[in-house]
Nanobody
């Protein structure tokens, strides 16, 4: 399994970004994919996950501004972030779990991308 994130950048408060994660090697049908965020000096935290059949779940802190989606035909995971705030700054990682039972828990994800940096300035 290989995961490659892209789409990060430097934006001003109030802007938006759409992150992408290109996946390869994932077996069809049974997996969870998630986005995690790691701010400087903080632990990596889960912000959203999506099941193979497209059901998304979000951390309370990002509900209403973050949207997770996937294009199974393109094997690509997305995270759209609107109304960006300085506290959204961090490295964003996508992760894959080859089993049912999705969680926003870092320990259950076996495969990780290298991350894409998001920096929000006020």
């Amino acid at each position: 399994v290989q995961l490659v994130e892209s789409g990060g950048g430097s934006v001003q408060t109030g802007g938006s970004l759409k992150l992408s994660c290109a996946a390869s090697g994932l077996p069809y049908g049974t997996y969870c994919m998630a986005w995690f965020r790691q701010a400087p000096g903080n632990q990596r935290e889960g912000v959203a996950y999506i099941t193979f059949d497209g059901v998304g779940t979000y951390a309370e802190s990002v509900k209403g501004r973050y949207t997770i989606s996937q294009d199974n035909a393109k094997n690509t995971l997305y995270l759209e972030i609107k109304s960006l705030k300085p506290e959204d700054t961090g490295m964003y990682y996508c992760a894959a779990r080859l089993a049912r039972g999705c969680l926003l828990e870092r320990s259950v994800y076996l495969f990780w991308g290298q991350g894409t940096q998001v920096t929000v300035s006020s």
